[in-house]
T-cell receptor, first 112, second 113 residues
Framework: KNQVEQSPQSLIILERKNCTLQCNYTVSPFSNLRWYKQDTGRGPVSLTIMTFSENTKSNGRYTATLDADTKQSSLHITASQLSDSASYICVVITGGSYIPTFGRGTSLIVHP | DAGVTQSPTHLIKTRGQQVTLRCSPKSGHDTVSWYQQALGQGPQFIFQYYEEEERQRGNFPDRFSGHQFPNYSSELNVNALLLGDSALYLC????????????FGEGSWLTVV
């Protein structure tokens, strides 16, 4: 069964600190992996898209990594801001069918 | 560019009733997908429409059906509503390029009482 597991489930950090969120998946075959930010009660917003051959991709203060061999990805947030408080969702797209499998998300709270 | 728009934003229905949710994709996008997101959970893929045909379907019962119109807008219909159908229903659009960004709407909050 295709699954995406994210950790931690929730995280509280202080403003201007860095943090790293983890995503492990068992989706096969693999097409690509995406990270989304979802503010409470809003639709998800795309942060990064990574294909099999990409190890790192950055979007401002967000940097995603992908290890296709171990089926792990991480999202690193640098110099966190209060506005980073949100749920971060990892999504893996199945090759062939292109059906997405979503993780449950990591809830990040940034305190001043 | 209006992005992905969904309506209604909130609605309350009674068990056993039927509901229709609507979605207009981002300009230039021809592929529409629907997702169900229960509180505290990640979105679950319902189905995807392309060229007015259901292209892929997730693990949802036949009570969930959809339609895509020639202008690429889409509807999600849910029959015989259950309390467990209460969720945020998200619509997302993309163009047919599979590596392209998927844009989500703000969702329709459905409460079944």
């Amino acid at each position: 069964k295709n699954q995406v597991e994210q950790s931690p489930q929730s995280l509280i950090i202080l403003e201007r600190k860095n943090c790293t969120l983890q995503c492990n998946y068992t989706v096969s075959p693999f097409s690509n992996l995406r990270w989304y930010k979802q503010d409470t009660g809003r639709g998800p917003v795309s942060l990064t898209i990574m294909t099999f051959s990409e190890n790192t991709k950055s979007n401002g203060r967000y940097t995603a990594t992908l290890d296709a061999d171990t089926k792990q990805s991480s999202l690193h947030i640098t110099a966190s801001q209060l506005s980073d408080s949100a749920s971060y969702i990892c999504v893996v797209i199945t090759g062939g069918s292109y059906i997405p499998t979503f993780g449950r998300g990591t809830s990040l709270i940034v305190h001043p | 560019d209006a992005g992905v728009t969904q309506s209604p934003t909130h609605l309350i229905k009674t068990r056993g009733q039927q509901v229709t949710l609507r979605c207009s994709p981002k300009s230039g996008h021809d592929t529409v997908s629907w997702y169900q997101q229960a509180l505290g959970q990640g979105p679950q893929f319902i189905f995807q429409y392309y060229e007015e045909e259901e292209r892929q379907r997730g693990n949802f019962p036949d009570r969930f059906s959809g339609h895509q119109f020639p202008n690429y807008s889409s509807e999600l219909n849910v029959n015989a509503l259950l309390l467990g159908d209460s969720a945020l229903y998200l619509c997302a659009s993309s163009d047919a390029g599979l590596g392209n960004t998927i844009y989500f709407g703000e969702g329709s909050w459905l409460t079944v009482v």
